[in-house]
């Protein structure tokens, strides 16, 4: 491995320790630049570039006092990790789940200005979140929730300094409720401040979908490449949050067909394919708040596997995960090979996958596409939200459908093209997605000086 990078990662291990997470995504990113840092390794230790990538330009990190429906008191954690500027706003979402810790939010923030770069639009990478968990809890809580997290957070956030969104557990209810404390408090009508917004205040048509089909663009864009079409391609897909209904969407509607849903008490698995009639029910659970993936297969009749992922159980020609980080581990890669048939790993969560894993999968011939490009939708049409805010104005669907396919369809070509310019032949997109995100934040950061 080059010396500098060996010296980064060491140096961000002792500096990091408990943050295995966040350790896991700094050395799978900084070890896959080797070619780029091997050819600027001078510039680039001038001017501390790998250095400054890994450490967070300020990390805020404060207490969520909130009561529930009963009157009881209770102490949650808020964090909003603003780790690089160098392009843009810092821009990501928030997560509420309550495994929620440091070292899962600056995983999630250094992995957000990668991608975020990858969008070509102007946005640098953040991320927060709350140890906070919406299961089982009420609107009026989840309300005061939100209130209290955001009358610490409005301080720090602003449509040019810092633009939250939605991830796991917070979605259009979760961003109405953060978005009306934060006008209270700023006596403003800043709604470019947050993304994921409803419609009837500033949120953008195609948003709640636009992980999915932005994931399922990209697919599309690698099996024209590799000579293929996604037409009665079989997908396995894990979870069946918002992330999973767009991409279950979008996979239908162009023939593709999806054999598995999952949650956290198991998968359901339907041999023929998810009925385009069956696809609404998912918002249903989602709305539930209940998180069991079990009440699809009690109420069309398929076969529920619990405690089950479908990695290595289930054959199907592409693999989706669309559930969270660190699903697929090493004894579901050797399943999946084992098991065979698999061709693509079409990661949409993010950091589905475990570095072992990867590297396992790509050594048997799987294609893995990894989550920064694949699930990098979601973010550029938060982008193109934060636009539409700015000119207050609303485009069309079709408008933003089809710049969220350009989009897509860009993320690919930087991918091939990074690839290329490192002379790497093989169809590593995990490495050129690296390369390329890399690269732009590291030019930008070089000509802005030590800062
Ligand atoms: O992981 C992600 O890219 C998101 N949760 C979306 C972030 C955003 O600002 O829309």
Redesign the pocket.
Same mark, same amino acid.
């Given at each position: 491995m080059n010396s500098y990078i060996k010296e980064v990662i060491d140096a961000t291990a002792a500096k990091n320790p408990g943050q295995p997470e966040f350790m896991q995504t700094v050395t799978e990113v900084l070890t896959s630049l080797e070619p780029l840092v091997e050819k600027n390794e001078k510039l680039y230790r001038e001017n501390a570039i790998l250095e400054r990538m890994v450490e967070p330009e300020r990390q805020i990190m404060f207490r969520v006092p909130w009561t529930d429906d009963q009157g009881k008191p209770h102490v949650n954690r808020g964090y909003r990790i603003q780790f690089n500027s160098a392009i843009g706003p810092y821009?990501?979402?928030l !997560?509420f789940q309550k495994d929620v810790n440091l070292s899962i939010i600056k995983f999630?923030g250094f992995?957000?200005v990668f991608?975020n770069s990858l969008t070509s639009l102007p946005?640098g990478g953040g991320?927060g979140g709350s140890d906070f968990d919406p299961v089982g809890k009420s609107d009026a809580e989840v309300m005061r929730f939100c209130q209290s997290f955001m009358t610490e957070l409005y301080r720090h956030i602003g449509p040019n300094l810092d633009?939250?969104?939605?991830?796991m557990g917070v979605g259009g209810r979760e961003i109405g409720y953060l978005f009306g404390q934060y006008k209270r408090i700023r006596n403003q009508y800043e709604n470019g401040v947050l993304?994921?917004k409803g419609l009837s205040f500033g949120g953008s048509l195609i !948003?709640p979908e636009a992980?999915g089909y932005g994931a399922t663009y990209f697919l599309t864009n690698v099996l024209s490449y590799l000579g293929k079409n996604i037409k009665g391609m079989t997908f396995a897909i894990s979870g069946f949050g918002n992330v999973a209904w767009g991409a279950t969407e979008k996979i239908t509607e162009l023939g593709g067909k999806v054999l598995t849903l999952s949650g956290p008490d198991g998968y359901v698995y339907i041999p023929n394919g998810i009925k385009k009639e069956e696809i609404p029910y998912m918002l249903e659970m989602q709305a539930s708040h209940k998180n069991i993936v079990k009440m699809f297969a009690d109420k069309f009749g398929y076969e529920f596997v619990p405690g089950k992922k479908p990695w290595g159980n289930v054959k199907a020609d592409i693999y989706m995960p669309c559930a969270r980080q660190n699903e697929i581990l090493i004894e579901d890669a050797e399943a999946t090979v084992k098991m065979g048939g698999v061709q693509i790993l079409n990661e949409v969560s993010?950091m589905p996958t475990t570095n072992e894993a990867v590297a396992y999968l790509q050594q048997h011939g799987i294609i893995v596409c990894p989550s920064k490009a694949v699930?990098?939708g979601?973010?550029a049409?938060?982008g193109l939200e934060m636009s539409q805010n700015s000119e207050r104005l609303a485009w069309s669907k079709e408008e933003v459908d089809e710049k969220l396919k350009g989009i897509m369809a860009n993320i690919f070509k930087q991918i091939i093209d990074a690839l290329q310019a490192a002379g790497i032949k093989e169809n590593n997109f995990v490495q050129g997605a690296n390369l390329a995100g890399f690269k732009k934040v590291a030019d930008a950061m070089i000509a802005q000086g030590l800062v």
């Open positions: 821009k990501g979402g !997560r999630l992995e957000q991608k946005m991320k633009v939250p969104a939605g991830d993304t994921g !948003r992980t993010n699930n990098a979601g973010v049409v938060s």
